[in-house]
């Protein structure tokens, strides 16, 4: 017999490390007499198993961890030249581009859109967000956020830093937002909004502008591993740690 069920932690973050989470047990057959002995025996046998886990991952996410090599494109080792023979005259050596054609718009810039949705109130979204020991907590890295407009801020053990520019609790991120990567004096445009449709449901709408195709060492991977960040490493570890999946 095959009996479905789920296991859900409301709530982790490193300013828990030393407490036992919150774990809940569902079972689809929790009515039938062989659902509730099920229940009860994972209750007692799986959950002491899940709660070791638990602790093991947030004491974790409290010491921090590296994820900058997830988000960077490292500088490439240059290529010592090899000279065939004499030359009288030394030309530059062309280098043959194999990226795929520019879209129009700004020239050398994109711009980023996404569209989260969230079980939660679209205050708690903003509060992670601007709250450093959490982002330390669901990425596994070090970050420095201030709280005002004006402020600076540190993500991802210092490969991305930045200034505030607008901010509305529960409504409005504004952000000047920059990779270390990136070429002197270049600065993007985060905008990030929050509506709350209905009561515990909360949409982030991203606008990310300006975003450089190229790296300072003309990696042309820019714009996809930033979407990749926003997505994988920020929105999706903030719906898998905290718990707000829909």
């Given at each position: 017999m095959k009996i479905e069920g789920q296991v859900h932690i409301p709530y982790l973050a490193d300013e828990n490390a030393d407490e036992d989470p919150e774990i809940k047990v569902k079972v689809k057959e929790d009515r039938t007499e062989i659902g509730k002995?099920?229940?009860?025996?994972f209750v007692e046998k799986g959950v002491p198993i899940v709660k070791e886990k638990v602790r093991v991952y947030v004491q974790s996410m409290a010491k921090g961890g590296p994820c900058k090599e997830e988000l960077e494109v490292k500088k490439p080792k240059a290529e010592p030249s090899k000279v065939t023979g004499p030359s009288k005259e030394t030309r530059p050596i062309k280098e043959v581009s194999t990226a795929a054609p520019k879209k129009e718009g700004k020239k050398g810039f994109k711009k980023?859109?996404?569209?989260?949705?969230?079980?939660?109130?679209a205050k708690d979204l903003f509060e992670i967000l601007m709250d450093e020991n959490r982002w330390k907590g669901f990425t596994q890295s070090n970050a420095k956020i201030s709280k005002e407009v004006g402020g600076e801020f540190s993500l991802f053990d210092g490969s991305i830093t930045g200034t505030n520019l607008e901010l509305e609790d529960g409504k409005l991120i504004a952000q000047k937002w920059r990779f270390g990567n990136w070429a002197d004096g270049i600065y993007s445009t985060v905008r990030i909004t929050f509506d709350e449709p209905e009561s515990g449901v909360t949409v982030i709408n991203l606008v990310h502008t300006e975003v450089p195709e190229e790296d300072r060492y003309g990696n042309a991977t820019v714009v996809e591993n930033t979407e990749r960040?926003?997505?994988?490493?920020?929105?999706?570890?903030?719906?898998a740690v905290f718990g707000f999946g829909m």
């Open positions: 002995r099920l229940k009860e025996a980023i859109t996404l569209k989260e949705k969230y079980n939660c109130r960040g926003w997505r994988d490493l920020i929105f999706g570890r903030i719906r």
